[in-house]
């Protein structure tokens, strides 16, 4: 959880579920607040620094205040994606920078998740979405995503796939396999949902509906956390690298202009991207950069040299209060998830 770290400045626990339809980090606060302001406060007597308890919710935060150890805060950091990232949560309540090349760790801020917190027996999980009954419960490490559907009373249809995580940063697993140590939730959705064909597209094909599709708006790139965090993330130029050529004319002077830097900026694009999903979410013309950042990480997977001079590049200023972040609600209309109740709605 904290390795070999022997001080921090700041201690946060992470209570807050960013994604849509998750509820597992909301209902260990409610279950087992006491456990987790208790691990919490051990943390602290072993690393020193300051403690919070980041929460969604001011009712949440005033009640569990109540009952906190000496030198544990609890706080009330709202409702948004993506707050469950490590830098989002050291900036937004530690108001510390995380540069490129380092961990939030690093920086003096040690974000632990909720589960970690409140260590117990089973792992806590959220099972919605296309099932019969969803929940949130502790269930058995190493239980099947067919067992967990089957406890939820069953998918409602027979063709069906499992996210293990949330809709944003999810992955699609196995029926016949247990989830990753580090999913919270399994999701689970009709075979032919948006979200499940995203998932599938091959690279091939983003790549052709970029090139004839781009628009060169950027919006992809004013939504990215990391870049407005200050970091050099450009989505759009993973976009650019692909669409045009080098050198290519002006269109308003017949000057040629030289646009391989863009490849420069997508490879950094590439090496600092988070995965959190929303520059896939604002492209007005449906395309993926994430998607194809994908693309370039496999890259720089065979060239250490390369994204170690990726993270190595400077760090502009943060934007003022730090990136722009989507409400849960909004999050699960834009991804046509409002027909399926949350499990937090169902207690």
């Known amino acids: 959880m904290t390795g070999s770290l022997t001080r921090a400045a700041w201690i946060i626990g992470a209570a807050v579920d960013a994604e849509p339809l998750v509820a597992t980090r909301g209902w260990l606060v409610d279950q087992e607040g006491p456990r987790l302001l208790a691990g919490l406060a051990a943390l602290r007597t ?10 969604a919710g001011a009712a949440r935060a005033k009640l569990l205040a109540a009952s906190a150890p000496e030198g544990v ?54 099972v919605t979405g296309a099932v019969a009954r969803p929940y949130v419960a502790r269930v058995k490490p190493d239980a099947t995503v067919e067992a967990l559907v089957d406890h939820a009373g069953g998918a409602l249809g027979e063709a069906w796939v499992a996210l293990a995580g949330g809709p944003m940063r999810g992955a699609l697993v196995d029926r016949d396999l247990p989830l990753p140590p580090e999913a919270e939730a399994l999701i689970v959705l009709p075979a032919d ?28 790139t004013a939504a990215c956390p990391p870049a407005q965090r200050g970091w050099p993330v450009s989505p759009l ?19 040629r202009i ?19 999903g929303l520059c896939d979410l604002v492209c007005p013309a449906g395309l993926s950069p994430a998607g194809l950042l994908d693309g370039y990480r496999a890259a720089l997977a065979g060239d250490a040299a390369l994204a170690a001079r990726a993270l190595a590049t400077p760090m502009a200023a943060p ?29």
């Open 193 to 220: 949902h948006e979200v499940v064909r995203a998932r599938k597209l091959p690279v091939g094909d983003q790549v052709r509906r970029a090139l004839g599709a781009c628009e060169g708006c950027g919006l992809c």
């Open 73 to 126: 805060e609890v706080r009330d950091v709202g409702d948004g994606f993506p707050l469950d990232d490590p830098a989002e949560l050291a900036w937004d309540v530690a108001g510390v920078a995380v540069r490129p090349e380092q961990s939030a760790a690093d920086a003096g801020v040690v974000v632990v998740r909720a589960a970690e917190l409140a260590a117990g027996p089973g792992r806590p999980l959220t």
């Open 258 to 276: 030289d646009h391989s830097g863009h490849e420069a900026r997508a490879v950094e694009s590439a090496a600092l991207c988070t995965h959190c």
């Open 319 to 347: 934007t003022e209060g730090g990136s722009r972040r989507l409400s849960r609600g909004l999050l699960t209309l834009r991804l046509g998830l409002s027909g399926y109740a949350s499990a937090a709605a169902l207690g």
């Open 237 to 255: 130029a993973a976009l650019r690298a692909l669409t045009l050529p080098s050198p290519s004319p002006s269109p308003s002077t017949g000057a």
């Open 46 to 55: 072993r690393l020193g620094g300051r403690a919070v308890l980041a929460v």
